[in-house]
């Protein structure tokens, strides 16, 4: 015990520590309070440890260099933004943790040019009077869906509960119960219908609904007739729904608004580049859906938004329902998409220039020559490593195409001391981080998601976490 109270004793004050070099050096970077915190943070935790009885510290844990050196470290994670760049090599093309789809150059340059100054975001340059923001994408949303009108909102969750909101609260939504998905945050479809005032009618079983049970349920407290896209699971085997083609005249005879939620929606078929086939939105308008909503970040390719197409009337009735001024889209946001739509009028400049596109049609061939070349570049450096070329799968994420798998190719990384764990986490610890996949106590590198202006910082990076640093 007087072991223990001699380093309780030892330990420096806070005003010794900080002549130590490694906090002399910061104090151009940070305030003084901001370097006296640190060090007392250290010293507290250090004091709780020796204060505990199954815990053990070394003297030289004590010493004002090392407390410092611990300070510094702390105050360097103070200086780096949380919100960072990623390297995404993990194989999950629109992956939601890591911010789903890149945006295209035309996008991140409308971005820059919008944020440096002023703009006419509500201002309407011809008339001079104030204008509508989603009016700048309100044109190009209606010449790529065939829709009459269109508005945008921050959020697909937004746009799906702003729609329900204006066209049916309080009164019925008849939805089939194999559509009742639960999306991203544990959001589920029933619980924004219930915020938006709208009442649920379930219909049909979890794998088969059929036109006549929308039929019977119709009644005169039903406004409306929702299909949600199963984006991000699939029912198999002996299931039956009803399409929305199969619906739009029952919603025509009864006078109901029939809208669908499409999530993840596409402007363009990708079905040559071995997706799944799944409706465009112009399909889905075309089909004679009133009210279509879809993401912006997801197959589009663009920026987080909520787009809503469909019926000029019903549309009105939405912009102008209240919660659009809070659900309303940011101006960084707006130039993003408008720029990532303005790629679409050019199918094929799209798919040059949309990250997430190319990313689709890449060829799994030149994906395995890249791969190869990087094994190459490790394999020459020595590192403490097992290195192989292996076959993978590509999957496309962000809750959409659940079953689509993409051929492709990754390298394979086995520490030959330490764990996998340990090099995923250096990996992660890094700058710009880097993300793979853990995978039969391996590293998978797969490179379909990473810009060839990314690969130096990846051999740079996978050299340092390899080697320990």
Not at 28 to 52: F, K, M, N, W
Not at 180 to 191: D, N
Not at 239 to 261: F, G, S
Not at 311 to 337: G, W
Request: hydrophobic fraction near 45%; proline fraction near 4%.
């Amino acid at each position: 015990m007087s072991d223990r109270q001699e380093l309780l004793r030892s330990l420096p004050a806070v005003d010794r520590v900080l002549q130590e070099a490694p906090l002399q050096a910061l104090q151009q970077h940070l305030p003084q309070s901001v370097l006296t915190e640190a060090v007392q943070t250290v010293i507290s935790g250090l004091r709780q440890q020796l204060l505990a009885e199954a815990s053990s510290v070394a003297a030289d844990q004590l010493k004002p260099l090392a407390i410092a050196e611990r300070a510094a470290e702390h105050c360097q994670r103070t200086l780096q933004p949380s919100l960072r760049k990623v390297i995404n090599a993990s194989g999950t093309l629109l992956h939601t943790n890591l911010g789903r789809a890149p945006l295209a150059k035309a996008a991140l340059q409308a971005i820059t040019d919008v944020a440096a100054g002023y703009s006419n975001l509500e201002l309407d340059l011809q008339a001079g009077q104030r204008g509508e923001r989603f009016s700048h994408v309100e044109e190009l949303l209606c010449q790529l869906t065939g829709a009459e009108s269109a508005l945008v909102v921050n959020n697909n969750a937004g746009a799906v509960l702003l729609a329900l909101t204006a066209l049916g609260k309080g009164r019925e939504a008849i939805v089939s119960r194999g559509e009742l998905v639960e999306i991203g945050g544990a959001f589920r479809i029933p619980e924004v219908m219930e915020s938006g005032g709208v009442v649920l009618r379930e219909v049909g079983s979890s794998n088969r609904t059929h036109l006549k049970d929308y039929q019977q349920a119709i009644c005169e407290e039903t406004a409306l007739l929702l299909k949600v896209h199963t984006s991000n699971y699939r029912i198999v085997g002996f299931t039956k729904e009803v399409t929305a083609r199969e619906l739009a005249p029952l919603a025509q005879e009864h006078q109901l608004v029939l809208m669908e939620d499409l999530g993840s929606g596409m402007l363009q078929d990708l079905t040559a580049y071995g997706l799944l086939r799944e409706p465009t939105v112009a399909e889905t308008v075309a089909a004679g859906v009133d009210v279509v909503t879809f993401s912006g970040d997801k197959l589009l390719g663009g920026p987080q938004a909520g787009l809503i197409v469909g019926r000029k009337v019903l549309i009105e009735k939405i912009k102008r329902h209240p919660l659009a001024r809070a659900l309303r889209i940011d101006k960084l946001t707006l130039a993003a998409l408008e720029a990532t739509l303005r790629l679409y009028l050019n199918p094929q400049q799209a798919l040059q220039e949309i990250p997430v596109l190319k990313m689709f049609a890449a060829d799994p061939l030149q994906q395995k020559l890249r791969c190869q070349q990087l094994l190459e570049q490790l394999q020459a450096l020595n590192l403490p490593v097992e290195l192989r070329l292996v076959e993978d799968i590509s999957r496309v994420g962000g809750g959409a195409m659940p079953l689509a798998e993409l051929p492709d190719w990754a390298l394979e990384i086995a520490p030959q001391s330490g764990s996998v764990a340990e090099l995923a986490r250096r990996l992660r610890a890094a700058s710009p981080a880097v993300v793979g996949r853990v995978q039969n106590d391996c590293l998978l590198i797969n490179l379909r998601a990473v810009a060839e202006t990314e690969i130096a910082e990846l051999v740079r990076i996978l050299t340092l976490a390899c080697r320990g640093a």
